[in-house]
């Protein structure tokens, strides 16, 4: 069973550009999460996604990230503009239908703001 | 308080000696519990799961709840080097949809 596709791994990125991050889920799976993650703190949910409506968007900082799941498969995350405090690992998981499921995670997009 | 708590650590513990890792959280109603564990640098991955009717083993690995007092534990024995890491605990809220993460502990493991 093929995991959770990330991409980029890495982004470097000047303050005030925008950036996007792609994201494929495990193959059936529904429900579809991004985090972001700060160095020594745990992962922090911005959007989840139940195929491709909204479940819960309360921690996405809405003037800024926009996250879209089109077809209830695929997902895009985007930040503009960037700020420094972006700086972070930005991690996809994705996980069968309901939220009491375990969760898988791709191997994260590092973000670095200049 | 935190919605999940853990503490930061790191826990130290020799090789082959059993490393114990708590976390409390605030919701009673929460029913799904997770640990994953994270390598410096990497994803967390995930290493067990239970629900609120029950512990569970997995090798090395025993999973245990607490309701009455809302903690939840990782025990691992036997530890090894490799076992060094930073373990997350994840709680599904009584809702269903909400998974809230700990900050995660260090643990460290002396060969």
């Known amino acids: 069973e093929a995991g959770v596709a990330q991409s980029p791994r890495y982004k470097i990125i000047e303050k005030r550009q925008s950036v996007a991050f792609w994201c494929n889920p495990i193959s059936g799976h529904a429900t579809l999460y991004w985090y972001q993650q700060i160095l020594g703190q745990g992962p922090k949910l911005l959007i989840q996604?139940?195929?491709?409506?909204?479940?819960?968007d309360s921690q996405l900082p809405k003037d800024r990230f926009s996250a879209e799941r089109l077809k209830g498969v695929d997902s895009t995350l985007k930040i503009q503009p960037a700020k420094l405090e972006d700086s972070a690992v930005y991690l996809c998981a994705s996980s069968r239908q309901g939220g009491n499921q375990p969760q898988h995670f791709g191997d994260g997009t590092r973000l670095s703001i200049l | 308080q935190k919605e999940v708590e853990q503490n930061s650590g790191p826990l130290s513990v020799p090789e082959g000696a059993i490393a114990s890792l708590n976390c409390t959280y605030s919701?009673?109603?929460?029913?799904?519990f997770f640990w994953y564990r994270q390598y410096s640098g990497k994803s967390p991955e995930l290493i067990m799961f239970i629900y609120s009717n029950g512990d569970k083993e997995d090798g090395r690995f025993t999973a245990q709840l607490n309701k009455a007092s809302q903690y939840v534990s990782l025990l691992i024995r036997d530890s090894q080097p490799s076992d060094s890491a930073t373990y997350l605990c994840a709680v599904n809220n009584g809702g269903g949809f909400k998974t809230i993460f700990g900050a995660g502990t260090r643990l460290f493991v002396k060969a």
């Open positions: 996604f139940q195929n491709n409506g909204v479940v819960d």
């Open positions: 919701d009673r109603g929460s029913q799904s």
